[in-house]
């Protein structure tokens, strides 16, 4: 499960060398801060938690039993610590599913602002991807990470399945059903920023 | 297959991840179905945009505070592995002070059994002379002298002589006593140097100016011989009671095990104590 080199660079670490974590840092610093980007819809906070998984790899790394990927581990790890964040911060903001509706609405309003600008052909696949994040954005948690995770990241059934800690069946199923609630908020988009076009 | 069903199968068959059966059925399906072949285009082409969101650059800042962040949490770190080797060092620790407490136990024991051995021989060999003074007759008491003369002085002479007198109630040893009152000091000596070799042969064959045990020996020949085998009698008995002692000090090593034991367990108690203490 784990190769050789990564195995002595896991045990350095667990030994206590700094130098060998420095490396396990720059081995995976791009892949969880991206993943906490996805998950968590903005940079600033994928930054936070960059550190803290980091930090929590570092704290526990001695807990790694070795008959399952340190990749696959260290995932768990940042999709865990995701999930809490989102949680936490849901709890923060308590009327942030009512205001969704505003905040949509800004949004547009922002795009028809932008639309009255020139329009730039290279920045249309960028206008995609940017309706796609923010329709993903709008997922509940489990439906977000396992399309970040499947669809952006391409893992495949069985790591999902791993870093989720549910079997292959639960992944399916709940894939099918955010890429459904996906497409509905796409259509949703679609539609309405057709409305606002005729008007 | 119902266009439901097909629905909720699409995103499987997209990334292949149906069964055979299923992808021939959703294939059929497919065929005719307009609705369920524009879900399936839909579906698809949302998934292809998705594929094409690409990752971001981690701002470069984000390497150095990570490290920043892992050398503040260090102690932390630390006191990770400080708890991590807490409970081994601990039961470590106390193995060391097992052994330590077993052999503090075989020594103290071992010292324990030669005063023992030490003291109930003592304590036999009184009993003993006891009871031969008090059963025997004055061949003992002659006995005792023998090894009273070992002090060599003149006035133990003169004390072992009145108690002959006082133990022995025949005329003739009161004689001999006064007899010995006028010896000097030359016979004393040699007596002794007599007495010490400790054999009725010695006594017989001993200086002429010995005549008080010479005469004695003559007369209580019978008792003589009574003697000899007593004194048989008595190594006898010394050889019962030494295995009496090795016996007792079977049953002391018996009484150590069973301290020693005790002390294990308590110890192991204590142990185990503590260990589920640092691990909470």
Known sequence: MVNDLEKKLINKVIKGSDEAFEELVYKYE???????????????????????????????????????????????????????????????????????????????????????QPIDYNLIQKETVNEIRNAIHKLNIDHKTVIVLRDIKGYSYEEIAEIINCNIG?????LSRARKSLKNILLKNEEQKSILNVK | MKCENVQDLLSAYIDGMCSDEDKKEIE??????????????????????????????APESLHKDIINK?????????????????????????????????????????????????????????????EESINENDVNVQYEMAETY?????????????????????????????????????????????????????????????NITFKMYNENNSENINYNEKSEMHNKEENIEEKNLNTQSKEISLNNKIYIIIFLIIFSLIDIIILIKTKK
């Open chain 2, 150 to 210: 070992d002090f060599g002085n003149k006035s133990i002479l003169d004390e072992n002589s009145s108690q002959v007198e006082g133990r022995s109630s025949k005329d003739e040893l009161e004689t001999n006593s006064v007899m010995m009152d006028s010896k000097n000091k030359n016979t004393i000596e040699e007596e002794e140097l007599t007495c010490k070799q400790n054999t009725t042969n010695s006594f017989v064959t001993s200086n002429d100016s010995n």
């Open chain 1, 170 to 174: 639960t992944v399916k199923s709940r």
């Open chain 2, 28 to 57: 059929k399906h497919l065929e005719h179905c307009e609705e369920c072949r524009k879900e399936y285009n839909i579906l698809k082409s949302i998934i292809k945009d998705i594929n094409s969101i690409e990752d971001i650059e």
């Open chain 1, 30 to 116: 791009k892949k969880i801060y991206n993943i906490a980007y996805h998950i968590l819809g903005n940079e600033q906070d994928a930054y936070d938690i960059s550190q803290e998984v980091f930090l929590k790899i570092y704290n526990n790394i001695h807990k790694f039993k070795f008959n399952s990927s340190f990749s696959t581990w260290i995932h768990r790890i940042v999709v865990n610590t995701c999930i809490d964040e989102y949680r936490k911060n849901n709890r923060r903001k308590t009327f942030s599913l009512d205001e969704s509706v505003d905040l949509e609405d800004s949004s547009l309003n922002r795009q028809l602002a932008d639309d009255t």
């Open chain 2, 70 to 130: 892992i050398s503040k949490a260090q102690p932390q770190r630390k006191k990770y592995i400080y708890k991590k080797w807490l409970p081994s060092g601990i039961a470590a620790g106390f193995v060391l002070i097992i052994v330590l407490s077993i052999i503090g136990f075989s020594t103290l024991r071992n010292w324990f059994l030669i005063n023992s051995t030490d003291s109930s021989y003592e304590k036999s060999e009184a009993t003993q002379i006891d």
